[in-house]
């Protein structure tokens, strides 16, 4: 009747289609496929009936379109048979993605949104819900089995979850197998159930449902069944109340009421209708067949029965979804025939630029008109179809409410439409959603709990992609959203942070002056600079004393001054290393070293010297070790050291080195000798210049004298060289900054060891003993002795 209230006011309508009467003739399936085919067989052959309206217009009115079919499986057949003969047709409730396909149904065309829209939209309310773990039920045709394959694609793409199980619901309601399903629903861990299929099927399953009592479930309804009133009954209200649905979207239609109060069996136009008579006698239980009348006891319509006073879906027009969708349908049909003939001659779209005329209209012409057409309803919906034959896409979301006096509602609570950008949009009033739950909130529906941020998905093997295992991300890599599928590395200088959420500066490692090991090594070498320097004051306040005097007082002096620099060159190996640092640490303490050592050579040799000079035939070696001679050789060996030094630093200079070997969230930072070979060199030199001086001075220890120095000189070099061989395997196995702490230990070590050995004894007796600090006490027993 919708139908035909929209073909009454097009006619009406003086703006849309003047001077052109439009008619319909209305076929009925009875839910049965071939007599669908036989009426759309009957309208693609042309009218019997000769029609005179008035004297220039008469004979067989073309069909120029149809509405339907409702289910999908339906329109599939019609559309292949009146595809043939370019017959457009629009559907008002065929809902299958296939239908979109062009190839096959290019006259198909649609006022409700495919499948593909429907399942996209259901998917946005998974997502917006947290809902990844889901059923599908779907019915045994087109609908059902393109849904599934559809949903499970799209679902795939999206990310927004996977399927528990998918089951297909049977048509000939087998108990065994809804047992099956039932039971499969009820053994899953998914709390969310999706169903696309038709209201026999849900009836026929929800039988299932109550009998095995399964509670707890949040349904998700298609548009088939969404609005399904023999399903919100007290009995399955109890299962079904909180249903959320994706409905057609609700319209408007002014004047359908009083034109539906208008229907009468007897009216002028309607004795030959029998679906109008069938209705009447529905409404009003009676018949107008007096042997009826008679066989079942039903009373005798008589006409004078009031459509007002009986109780009935009929009149209640707050709902108006696949009808408006029917409105939609025939207006497209008549906005698309108008624009056809708007058309001017000479400024046509077909061969030659030729309009199509009323009295040679072909069905295919009017297909392009379809394809084009734009209009906006009285309710303010904009109409018209995409290139696969598909309306503006948009949906109602609905609710299932059961209201306290045991009456059932199904309240609007948001949309699901396309956008611009050609994504679909979802609107939802949440706080008037009704939830079947004590908690009275949205249930979670999910495989596997969602992975925090410092962990990464494991999928778990022979499971669907929902099911997984959640990984702390390893060191040095982390994950700073939820689910994350793999977790990213950290830059070079950072380290992920003990929650593996984010990345943090790494932990810095060197000898510092703030440390406990650094201080100590620092105020040991400040207390050695200190030392040294009181010894050289000692010195320098009894420079005229024998003791002093003794075995060139100058070589003292100038090794007390080598070995401060000593000391004060171990501090270059504390605190953050630089470039300047790194070259000056190296460089200084490899001349401090061979300074000292030089002249603790000189001296050795002056010694073996003069004794030598003291026997009969050697006073002509002393030649060879004046003072001159003594400060040359000093010169000439530190001399060597600097140009080690210098072609080390030129061709391969240490320098400043971040080192991440030792531990993966610390930054060492540390001198790089740069050149192993350099380094090796420059120990190997001092090392060489020590043992010739522990290997002479071992040679002079037992000469006479009262104060041999060759002993101290002895019993120094033999520490100074047990501090370095002990050095290198110790230095080589110190990770970091114990390396630095190691060669600065070996530094004050070997440099207390010369001044303690070298010259303790002569402040003691220069300041303990000062009588034994004359010139006879020193040579007197070794006159003697000669």
Avoid at 378 to 389: A, C, H, K, L, M
């Amino acid at each position: 009747m919708t139908m035909a209230f929209a073909v009454e006011e097009i006619n009406k309508n003086s703006n849309l289609l003047p001077n052109v009467t439009v008619g319909y003739s209305l076929y009925d399936n009875c839910g049965a496929l071939l007599m669908g085919l036989s009426g759309a067989i009957s309208l693609s052959n042309g009218q019997e009936e000769q029609v005179v309206l008035q004297d220039d217009c008469s004979g067989i009115p073309p069909v120029i379109g149809i509405v339907g079919e409702t289910y999908s499986t339906f329109s599939i057949a019609i559309s292949h048979m009146l595809g043939l003969f370019n017959i457009p047709i629009v559907s008002y409730f065929a809902t299958c993605s296939c239908l979109s396909d062009r190839q096959r149904f290019p006259t198909f065309f649609r006022t409700i949104p495919s499948d593909a829209f429907q399942v996209r939209a259901m998917i946005q309310i998974l997502k917006h819900f947290g809902w990844t773990w889901v059923g599908l039920l779907v019915s045994d045709d087109d609908y059902g089995l393109h849904v599934a394959q559809s949903f499970q694609s799209d679902l795939l793409q999206a990310g927004g979850g996977c399927l528990a199980y998918l089951e297909v619901l049977p048509w000939d309601s087998d108990p065994g197998e809804l047992r099956r399903i039932v039971n499969l629903m009820k053994a899953s861990t998914a709390r969310v159930v999706i169903v696309f299929a038709h209201e026999i099927h849900m009836i026929q399953l929800m039988e299932e449902v109550v009998k095995q009592n399964v509670t707890g479930l949040q349904w998700i309804a298609s548009e088939a069944w969404t609005a399904a009133a023999v399903l919100q009954t007290p009995r399955l209200m109890l299962y079904l109340s909180g249903t959320l649905g994706i409905a057609i979207r609700r319209g408007e239609i002014s004047g359908l009421m009083d034109f539906l109060l208008q229907i009468h069996p007897d009216k002028e136009g309607n004795n030959k209708n029998n679906m109008v008579r069938q209705f009447w006698e529905y409404m009003f239980q009676c018949t107008f067949d007096p042997v009826g009348w008679t066989e079942d006891g039903r009373a005798l319509c008589t006409g004078q029965e009031n459509i007002k006073n009986v109780d009935s879906e009929f009149l209640d027009l707050s709902n108006l979804r696949p009808e408006y969708n029917i409105y939609k349908a025939v207006y497209a049909l008549a906005y698309a025939l108008d624009d056809m003939l708007q058309c001017e001659p000479g400024g046509g779209p077909f061969s030659g630029n030729s309009c199509a005329t009323l009295q040679t209209l072909e069905p295919w012409q009017l297909l392009y008109y379809l394809e084009k057409v734009n209009f906006t309803t009285s309710f303010g919906d904009q109409v018209s179809f995409d290139e696969n034959g598909d309306a503006l896409p948009i949906y109602d979301v609905m609710n299932w409410l059961w209201l306290p006096d045991g009456r059932t509602k199904v309240q609007n609570v948001g949309e699901v439409k396309r956008s611009p950008s050609n994504e679909e949009v979802l609107i939802l009033k949440e706080e008037k959603i009704f939830w079947n739950f004590e908690s009275k909130k949205p249930p979670r529906s999910v495989c596997s709990e969602s992975c925090p941020p410092g962990t990464r998905i494991s999928r778990k093997k022979g499971q669907p992609g929902c099911c997984f295992d959640c990984i702390p991300c390893s060191g040095g890599k982390i994950s700073n959203k939820t689910n994350s599928v793999e977790c990213i590395s950290c830059p070079e200088d950072f380290w992920s942070s003990p929650q593996r959420d984010h990345c943090v500066p790494k932990k810095t490692e060197f000898l510092s002056y703030h440390e406990p090991l650094g201080i100590c090594l620092a105020t040991i070498s400040l207390l050695g600079t200190f030392i040294s320097v009181v010894v050289l004051g000692i010195f320098t306040y009894h420079h005229r004393t024998p003791m002093v005097r003794a075995n060139n007082s100058e070589l003292s002096f100038l090794l007390l001054v080598s070995l401060k620099l000593c000391f004060l060159c171990s501090l270059l190996f504390i605190g953050k290393p630089g470039l300047w640092t790194c070259q000056l640490r190296h460089a200084a303490f490899g001349i401090s070293f061979v300074l000292c050592v030089s002249c603790i050579l000189v001296k050795t040799m002056v010694v073996l010297a003069v004794f030598r000079a003291s026997k009969p035939g050697g006073e002509a070696i002393l030649k060879w070790f004046g003072v001159m001679q003594q400060r040359g050789t000093v010169l000439v060996l530190t001399s060597i050291q600097a140009a080690i030094c210098t072609a080390w630093l030129v061709s391969a200079s240490p320098s400043p080195h971040k080192n991440t070997e030792y531990h993966n969230d610390k930054i060492v930072y540390e001198c790089a000798v740069g050149s192993t070979i350099g380094f090796a060199v420059l120990l190997g030199y001092i090392g060489l210049l020590a043992i010739l001086s522990f290997l002479i001075a071992f040679l002079a220890r037992n000469l006479p004298d009262n104060f041999n120095e060759a002993k101290l000189i002895t019993f120094s070099m033999l520490i100074f060289c047990a501090v370095w061989v002990a050095f290198v395997p110790a230095y080589i196995n110190s990770p970091g900054k114990y390396a630095d702490a190691v060669e600065v230990f070996a530094i004050l070590a070997s440099s207390f060891g010369l001044l303690v050995a070298l010259f303790g004894p002569k402040c003691y007796i220069i300041l303990l003993r000062p009588e034994r600090n004359t010139k006879k006490a020193i040579m007197g027993r070794g006159a003697t002795k000669s």
